[in-house]
């Protein structure tokens, strides 16, 4: 059964799970900023690890898909949802510095010299005078993501050689209702005044990834039967 903007009843639940954090977090950017910075969105705090496990969702959800059709999609196709996994893989040791707090590791002196937080991951060296994160995980990866959520789902829709160049790459195209709510997330944390907002915009955008590509517009690619 399906309500308005072709919102399945399914998709209901999850969103407002995933938006409870923000708002209490939202809600603490005005009220309890310290407590926002010190513990709710401090590394390893609660709002990391929610973000990492979106990630790690992310990746065995691709991976569990790549084993069901291993024997029903081109070599090119699954390679491709294999990049994907490895994409979210990524972004999960990032998001923990490979487990260097976890695990009490040392860092090298490469990222005790170039690391903004002396820790081993890439999105926060700073190499030249100039933040990776910025260039590449700012600045670059916004624009990917309007291109992803705003033009692609357009262009799939009234484009059948785009259409079928999506489909031969594997690219999970996101529903409505997931473009809507990654909007009103970042509408909603943009007038948030605490620094640490981005960690809340991380965290909710992660999650609404994981759900485009749980529930995809074109999810009859990922289907084995």
Known sequence: MKLSLNIEKKHILPLILIFLPIFYGYYLCFCNETYLGSVYTVEDGPIEWLTVVALMSSCILWIVRVVKLRKKKSLLFLALMLGVAAVFFFGAGEEISWGQRLFGIEPSEFFKHNNSQREMNIHNLVLGGKKINKIIFGTFLGICVSFYLLILPVLYRYSSKIKNYISKLAIPVPRNIFILSQIFLFALISTCPSPKKGELLE??????????????????????D
């Open 203 to 224: 965290y909710g955008t992660t999650w609404i990834f994981f759900l485009i590509c749980l529930w995809p517009l074109n999810d009859d690619l990922y289907k084995s």
